[in-house]
């Protein structure tokens, strides 16, 4: 072949991957110019997703006035209680819509939670309606608590929005990282701005119906303002970790003074004033129309973070679009300029660069083995191969060093998590496992058991033995321990002798059943001792149950179960013990928004 057509044919197969080179690096561009889109589109959801919970939340005044109102409800108030309902109303079917016909996963998981929400506000706009047609007296009666519960369940109603708030603002943060501060912070003050509402409807009874604050508003207002103290601090904490927006900065002074300073204050006085004995000094419309405008300044800050991330956002789409038209044209313009030098340049300097881009792009692509041929040249070509074979070896060096590096942080992961005796969790892993284990359990409400079991007179097994046969009697203990107990529970050697287990979906009945098929196997099992002469070993269990939301200290918890070990002990071991059966005023600590 004539070398000017071998020539002509190398330029085209190398131009066109030149092309396939900047179409892929378009392509790419283009891609990120989408992912920012659909970041602002998520940002946009999660907007309509707070207000949600913003008009829902609103809607508890209006339902408020209403059950509170005359026999028969005011026009005004059923004027009022009418428009909130439809202005949430909107609100659900705007952002329903927005999301309609979406096949992400974190689209159809929003649907579900804002789905959710809807059919309980639903539920509770019933009780509501139930409860407005009993007579006025009924309702506001001292000792009359029924206005309460639709409430609760309104409260619960945000509970759920937030849900689809986080899981849309997860996804837009995915997409842009560098504004997690300010969707972070929005949607911490979306969270602030409801439980401001909550506890303003803690007063909304007791003024109402002129009574001190009951028991349930003195034990969930400490707990609200400690929750909205909580949440300004994460907010403040937010921004000054990453410098915030002048305008951020202002919103966040504004609700320091009008909320923090004026609001909050407000609220201490009718506590005490509720605590005292009931004179508030004002009816409900009078506490409405000095409390709420306070709030206004959360919503505010929640807007102006919004805005920012917003404005954050648009900025990154157009550096997006903006880095995809330089790029395009730049490769263009490479490719003009290739098409240029490929037709100066000759054979003796194509051939090699062929061979050596493509040993390149293959140690690229991680094929590590292909092999180089070995170079005599002395000039620049010869130097670039001889670079490139460098390179491989570097790399092919750099993968094994990888690998070993993986390898070993694998074990010290594991070793770090293991019991070296046993090969059961350690204490500190099982801490971690059991954090993880009650999460579940507790969003599905489930029962859990802590299971607390110790080796009878183990100390006469290694004076008598040996601490050799000691390892090995706790060696055996765990694998029967292991086997007996279900694959999702939680077992670790809990230091020396001792072992624990948490049992997730398990009432107390069915933990001292386990127990005792724990208890009986170890005593029927047969260990050798050193001077080969048989023995067995007992254990003594504890056993503490409660509902998994109930469950708010694990160390608690712990101590609980521990008391049962012990007083199985003091019962004559080797036997099983209930700490429901204590009977000395060792209750497990509730949660108080469960009790």
């Known amino acids: 072949m004539r070398l000017t057509r071998l020539f002509l044919l190398t330029t085209c197969v190398l131009l066109t991957l030149v092309s396939i080179m900047l179409a892929r690096s378009v392509m790419q561009e283009w891609n990120t110019v989408s992912a920012a889109l659909r970041g602002l589109r998520a940002m946009e959801l999660t907007a309509l997703a707070m207000t949600i919970a913003e008009k829902a939340s609103f809607e508890r005044g209006p339902t408020i006035a209403a059950m509170g109102d005359a026999d028969t409800p005011t026009p005004a108030v059923q004027e009022r209680l009418a428009k909130a309902r439809a202005v949430s109303d909107a609100a659900f079917d705007a952002t329903l819509k927005a999301l309609a016909n979406s096949s992400r996963d974190e689209h159809r998981a929003a649907i579900a939670q804002i789905e959710k ?31 309460r519960e639709p409430i609760d369940q309104m409260f619960g109603v945000i509970d759920i929005a937030l849900e689809a708030v986080t899981i849309l603002s997860a996804d837009a943060e995915r997409v842009y ?15 602030l701005r409801e439980y401001a509402g909550r506890l303003g409807s803690q007063f909304t009874t007791p003024i109402g119906a002129r009574q ?24 403040e904490v937010q921004a000054r970790v990453r410098a915030a927006d002048a305008r951020v900065a202002a ?28 004179d508030y000094g004002m009816n409900l419309p009078e506490f409405v129309a000095r409390y709420v405008p306070e709030m206004a300044s959360i919503v505010k800050l929640r807007d102006t973070m919004f805005d920012t991330a917003r404005t954050g956002a648009a900025a990154s789409i157009a550096k997006a679009r903006r ?40 140690i690229a692509a991680g094929k590590l083995d292909t092999p180089l041929r070995v170079t005599t040249r ?25 690998r070993e590096r993986e390898q070993l942080i694998e074990k010290l992961q594991l070793h770090s998590n293991t019991d070296f005796l046993t090969n059961l969790l350690n204490r500190r892993a099982f801490t971690e496992r059991v954090t993880q284990q009650l999460a579940i359990a507790q969003r599905n409400n489930w029962p859990v058991a802590l299971i607390m079991f110790d080796l009878d007179h183990f100390k006469q097994v290694n004076d008598l033995h040996g601490h050799a046969v000691g390892d090995t009697v706790l060696t055996e203990v765990a694998v029967i321990a292991s086997k007996l107990f279900r694959a999702a529970d939680t077992l670790a050697r809990h230091g020396g002798e001792e072992f624990i287990a948490l049992l997730v979906n398990c009432g107390e ?22 001077d080969g002469a048989a023995f067995r070993v007992t254990a003594s269990f504890g056993v503490a149950a409660a509902t998994a939301a109930d469950v708010t200290d694990i160390n608690a918890f712990t101590r609980l179960a521990d008391q049962a070990l012990y007083r199985a002990k003091a019962e004559g071991r080797n036997r099983v013990f209930r700490a429901s059966m204590l009977g000395n005023g060792q209750d497990l600590p509730t949660n108080p928004a469960t009790a």
């Open 177 to 191: 990282p560098d504004l997690t501060q300010p969707l972070v912070g929005a949607r911490l003050a979306a969270e």
């Open 251 to 278: 919103a966040i002074s504004d609700m320091k003074t009008r909320y923090f300073g004026t609001g909050l204050p407000f609220i201490n006085s009718l506590t005490a004033a509720g605590e005292a004995g009931g």
């Open 378 to 402: 002395t000039d620049e070509i010869g130097d670039m191969q001889r670079a490139i074979s460098d390179l491989r070896h570097t790399s092919a060096d750099k993968r094994r060093l990888e």
């Open 212 to 235: 001190p604050l009951g028991a349930e508003e003195r034990r969930d207002i400490p707990r609200i303002i400690g929750r909205i103290e909580e949440l300004r601090h994460l907010i």
């Open 323 to 362: 880095n995809l038209h330089i790029n395009a044209a730049v490769g263009v313009l490479v490719l003009l300029i290739e098409i240029s030098v490929f037709l100066l340049i000759r054979w003796r300097v194509l051939k090699p660069l062929l061979t050596s881009t493509s040993a390149v792009v293959a």
């Open 117 to 147: 929400a809807q059919a309980e506000l639903a539920q509770a706009r019933e009780k509501v309606s139930r409860i407005i047609a009993l007579p006025h007296a009924e309702r506001t009666a001292p000792s009359s608590r029924i206005t």
């Open 509 to 530: 009945a069915d933990a001292e059943a386990f127990s005792n098929r724990v208890r009986a196997a170890i005593e029927a099992a047969s260990f050798t001792g050193a």
